[in-house]
Nanobody, 118 residues
Framework: QVQLVESGGGSVQAGGSLRLACAVS????????LGWSRQAPGKEREFVAA????????HYADSVKGRFTISKDKSKNMAYLQMNSLRPEDTAVYYC???????????WGKGTLVTVSS
């Protein structure tokens, strides 16, 4: 089974940046895309972004479009989420999962906490 481990979370001030990383282990033949979701305190999990593993197709939630960039390095089995212009409402635990959409992503990692203060 695919294993995903997130890292790079931390505390930043509004307007700052963070880069999250997702390490992919035990990649299976049906691993075709990777995505990020987040869950804020008291809120449901929200889709953030996804990228194809064999293509560079990406899509983003409207709330992060233009501020966040998802990328990957296949040779290193790594994916990243560059988060710029962070806002307090971006505060959440960020999870890495395999899949393209919020409906099909699975193999979620344990998450990494991002806290944005004003």
């Amino acid at each position: 089974q695919v294993q995903l481990v997130e890292s790079g979370g931390g505390s930043v001030q509004a307007g700052g940046s963070l880069r999250l990383a997702c390490a992919v282990s035990n990649r299976t033949p049906d691993f075709y895309a990777l995505g990020w979701s987040r869950q804020a305190p008291g809120k449901e999990r929200e889709f953030v972004a996804a990228i194809g593993w064999y293509t560079d197709n990406t899509h983003y939630a409207d709330s992060v479009k233009g501020r966040f960039t998802i990328s990957k390095d296949k040779s290193k089995n790594m994916a990243y989420l560059q988060m710029n212009s962070l806002r307090p409402e971006d505060t959440a635990v960020y999870y890495c999962g395999s899949g393209w959409s919020d409906s099909d992503m699975k193999n979620w990692g344990k998450g990494t906490l991002v806290t944005v203060s004003s």
